[in-house]
C-alpha cells in the first residue's frame, strides 16, 4: 500500500507540469499548426482549378494565400480585418498566449504579408498603423454596407412587449469581455425606468453569462434589459432600425479595438441610429465631423448614463437623425469597390478565376460576400474556401460562386 500511495503522488508530482507544458505548447503553436493545416487543406481543395487571384480574409488564412500565391503564381491580396499582432487583441485565446507563442504568430502573419502583391484594411487607423508597423503600403476599403431598402418588420417595441413611449438602446455585439456591455448595465440603473437596453448577440462563455446575469439580478434590472437572438442581415437592419440609439462602447485600452472600423457603425447608419461610442479612433472622426452621435470620453457608469440622456433630448436627436442621412451617401458600398475593381483589373486575363480564402464559418460576414458578388457581377469564376459550410440564405446571394467547406480536423 505504502509502494503505490508514493507511485501515486510521484505521478500527480509529474502530471501537472506535464499538463501545463502542454498547455503552453498548445497556446504557443496551436494557432501556427492550424494555419498550416487550413493551408494544405485549401491548397487540396482546389486541385484542378487554376487561381489568378487569391484574396486571403483575416491573417489566420494567409499562409493558405501564400500556398496559393506560389502553387498558381496568383496575385495575393491581403485583407487585414484585425491587426496582425497577437498581444494587442481581446479574446481569452490571446490574453493566453505565451510571449514564445505570440512571437512565432507574429512572425508568420508578417512575412506572410510582406509577401503579399497588395495589402487592404477595413479604415485609415488600421491601415496606417500596419503601415508603419510593418513598412508595407495598405489601402482602406470600408466594409460599408450595400444600398437596400428596409424590409417592414415587427418592432423593437412590440418584439419585446414594451410600450411606444419606451425608449430603447441597442446593443449589437459578442456578449463578452471588452466590447462594454457590463458597463451599459451599470449605467442602466442610473436612468430613467421608460429606457430599456436591447442586446443582439450570443455570449461567447457560460462564465461571462452567470456574471452578467447576476448582475442584472442584483440591480433589479430584469424587466428592462432584454436578449434577442442574431438573425439575417436585412431583418437584423430593419428590427435595430425600430429602435432608439446604438451602443458602440469596444475597450479602447485594446489596439484593435481603438483601431477598428467596426461594422456596427456601419449598422447603424443604415438603420438611421444616432451612436453613442468609446474612443474608436476612426469612429470618433467621422461623429465629430458629421455629428451624428456622442463620444464617451470617461469610462465610468455615471458618465455613460448622463451622455444617454443627452443623446434622447428631443432636438439634439432629431438633428442627429438628421444628419444621418444626409451622411449615409458617403458610406456606401457602391464607392469602396472601385478601389477592387483595379486590383482585379490589373491582371492580363479577362476573365479569372478568383478564390477568397475565410479563416472561420461564413455566418454573417457580409464583407466577404460583397467581394464575391462583386467579382461574380464582373464575369470571373469566384471560389470562396470557409471553415465549415456558410449559411444558406448568403449562398443564395451569390448563385454563381462555388463555396468549399474546408473540415476543421
Keep these: 500500500m505504502k509502494g503505490e500511495r508514493f507511485i501515486n503522488v510521484m505521478r500527480r508530482l509529474v502530471r501537472k507540469p ?13 494557432n501556427y499548426v492550424n494555419a498550416n493545416r487550413f493551408a494544405h487543406k485549401c491548397k487540396k481543395a482546389l486541385d484542378g482549378e487554376k487561381i489568378d487571384i487569391c484574396i486571403s480574409h483575416d ?8 500556398e496559393i500565391k506560389r502553387a498558381h503564381r496568383a496575385m495575393l491580396v491581403a485583407d487585414l480585418v484585425e491587426i496582425p499582432f497577437v ?27 510582406q509577401k503579399a502583391d497588395t495589402v487592404i484594411s477595413i479604415g485609415k487607423s488600421m491601415a496606417h498603423f500596419i503601415e508603419t508597423s510593418l513598412s508595407v503600403t495598405v489601402i482602406p476599403i470600408r466594409n460599408c454596407h450595400e444600398v437596400f431598402d428596409l424590409a417592414t418588420c415587427t418592432s423593437v417595441q ?12 441597442c446593443y449589437v455585439n459578442s456578449l463578452g469581455d471588452g466590447y462594454g456591455l457590463e458597463n451599459t448595465i451599470l449605467a442602466l440603473q442610473y436612468l430613467p425606468m421608460h429606457i430599456h437596453l436591447v442586446c443582439i448577440g450570443t455570449f461567447t462563455s457560460a462564465a461571462f453569462e452567470a456574471k452578467i446575469i447576476g448582475l442584472i439580478e442584483a440591480l433589479n434590472l430584469q424587466n428592462r434589459i432584454h436578449f434577442l437572438p442574431t438573425r439575417g442581415q436585412k431583418e437584423f437592419i430593419s428590427l435595430i ?12 485600452k485594446i489596439e484593435n479595438m481603438r483601431l477598428a472600423l467596426p461594422n456596427r457603425f456601419f449598422d447603424f447608419l443604415t438603420a438611421d441610429l444616432p451612436i453613442i461610442a468609446s474612443e474608436i479612433e476612426e469612429v470618433v472622426d467621422y461623429i465629430d465631423k458629421y455629428e451624428i452621435g456622442f463620444i464617451v470620453e470617461r469610462r465610468d457608469p455615471q458618465s455613460l448614463a448622463n451622455i ?16 444621418i442621412l444626409k451622411t449615409r451617401e458617403n458610406f456606401v458600398w457602391v464607392q469602396e469597390i472601385k478601389t477592387l475593381e483595379n ?7 479577362s476573365h479569372k478565376c478568383v478564390c477568397i480564402l475565410a479563416n472561420k464559418i461564413i455566418v454573417q ?27 444558406k440564405e448568403l449562398q443564395e446571394l451569390v448563385p454563381d460562386c462555388k463555396f468549399i467547406e474546408i473540415p476543421r480536423k
Excluded: W
Design 308 to 323: 444617454i440622456e443627452d443623446s434622447l433630448e428631443s432636438i439634439a436627436y432629431d438633428k442627429m437623425k438628421s444628419n
Design 241 to 252: 432600425s425600430t429602435a432608439d440609439v446604438g451602443l458602440l462602447l469596444l475597450d479602447t
Design 18 to 30: 506535464y499538463q501545463k507544458c502542454l498547455r503552453i505548447l498548445r497556446h504557443s503553436f496551436g
Design 87 to 113: 498581444k494587442r487583441r481581446s479574446g481569452q485565446y490571446f490574453r493566453d498566449t505565451p510571449a514564445i507563442g505570440a512571437f512565432v504568430q507574429d512572425r508568420q502573419h508578417h512575412r506572410a504579408i
Design 343 to 349: 486590383l482585379v483589373n490589373e491582371t492580363k486575363q
Design 59 to 66: 491573417v489566420f488564412a494567409l499562409k493558405a494565400g501564400l
Design 158 to 169: 412590440d418584439l419585446i412587449g414594451i410600450g411606444p413611449e419606451t425608449k430603447t438602446l
Design 365 to 391: 460576414n457580409m464583407r466577404i460576400i460583397k467581394m464575391a458578388k462583386l467579382f461574380s457581377g464582373m464575369g470571373h469564376k469566384v471560389i470562396v474556401l470557409s471553415l465549415g459550410e456558410p449559411a
